[in-house]
């Protein structure tokens, strides 16, 4: 088990970030945020995902506006990422966002942002401090080094905390891996603010979130961080299958299937790649809040094993399919029947735990 550090608990609308509150999954709307309709609707989409809190871009007037009546529908919380425009963070506030993102590194004069703060503080709103490598002052920071970042953010965080703020969270984000690590590492030994996670600008779906697992899993691995999000180049929904993944994988998150399947070699003796793609698309519409391993495995070498020690698996070769539930082999079908009989078991079960 993964031992968390202990951080001070936020509250935003509802859900916690840090103490014991699990870690949050978070994505950010790509829609114009002025257009109510087209943003209500990613935010049902990430929420039917599995976001926790969505995040939406407040780079205008009109879209501060709007926040009202996105607030009214959102079945999530709903932060206001705020650049440049102090002035836009309080209508924001006003508008009665649960919580804004300020960068350091573009709302400079510290007058601005105590603004900011008092505002937040009688809303009690929390501030996250994001600090981001490719918007630091470097004529006052330098090179986007780690320790940069790291006293980019804490010179804000100084700010709120002689304002009596301390509903903060932090984050330290680069497109760079170790930076990033490097980053969070320290900050986490010098305060006990909860930490937003993620990799910067991380990239298209397949590199992105590569780039992303190796940088946030590690930091989640050493018990660092409260609230991620995946930053990908793709439709926000494939942010939160990719961090549901992730978490599942760290025992960080309860819930849902997960396939386990041979790697692909010459001993197989079933077309793997397709049966474990036609068993995921079968899968893809079962929500389920408890746990359920489903194997996929095709041959002897480790495949009956795998498939017994599963909650629902299969076991092909040699044209038929032994399916195996709870640790016992139930029956043996044809390898044309094999997949619809692996699914109406993991319905079966699904629907058992349901009960429960």
């Not at 989409?45 to 709007?66: F, M, N, S, T």
């Not at 010179?155 to 905390?161: A, Q």
């Not at 903060?168 to 980053?183: C, G, M, Q, R, Y």
């Amino acid at each position: 088990m993964i031992q968390r550090r202990k951080t001070r608990m936020v509250n935003v609308g509802g859900v916690g970030i840090g103490g014991d509150a699990p870690v949050a999954l978070q994505s950010m709307c790509t829609t114009k945020t002025h257009d109510v309709d087209a943003t209500v609707r990613q935010i049902n989409q990430l929420a039917e995902a599995g976001a926790d809190i969505v995040r939406i871009a407040v780079p205008h007037h009109e879209d501060a506006q709007a926040i009202p009546e996105i607030r009214k529908q959102s079945p999530v919380p709903l932060v206001a990422d705020i650049h440049f425009s102090h002035l836009l963070a309080l209508e924001a506030i006003e508008a009665g966002v649960d919580k804004l993102r300020l960068n350091p590194g573009n709302i400079r004069d510290p007058n601005k942002i105590r603004e900011v703060v008092r505002a937040a503080r009688d809303r009690m709103i929390p501030i996250r401090v994001g600090a981001n490598a490719g918007s630091l002052d470097t004529a006052r920071y330098g090179h986007p080094t780690a320790d940069a970042i790291v006293q980019s953010a804490l010179d804000e965080v100084h700010i709120l905390e002689d304002e009596g703020f301390h509903d903060i969270v932090i984050s330290l984000k680069s497109f760079e891996v170790p930076v990033t690590i490097e980053a969070y590492r320290k900050m986490s030994e010098l305060v006990d603010y909860p930490l937003h996670l993620g990799i910067t600008e991380a990239g298209l779906p397949w590199e992105g979130t590569i780039r992303s697992c190796v940088g946030i899993g590690t930091l989640l691995a050493l018990g660092i961080g409260d609230t991620i999000r995946m930053s990908l180049t793709a439709d926000p929904v494939e942010e939160i299958k990719a961090g549901l993944e992730m978490l599942r994988v760290l025992d960080l998150r309860q819930g849902g299937i997960t396939i386990v399947a041979c790697p692909s070699c010459g001993r197989a003796d079933i077309d793997l790649h397709a049966t474990a793609q036609a068993v995921k698309a079968r899968l893809s519409h079962i929500k389920t809040k408890k746990p359920l391993r489903v194997a996929v495995m095709g041959c002897v070498v480790n495949g009956p094993g795998e498939a017994r020690m599963a909650d629902v698996g299969l076991a092909g070769g040699g044209g038929v399919g032994l399916i195996f539930a709870g640790g016992e082999s139930l029956n043996k079908v044809p390898e044309a029947d094999m997949v619809d009989e692996l699914v109406k078991h993991v319905e079966r079960v699904v629907a058992e735990q349901e009960e429960d």
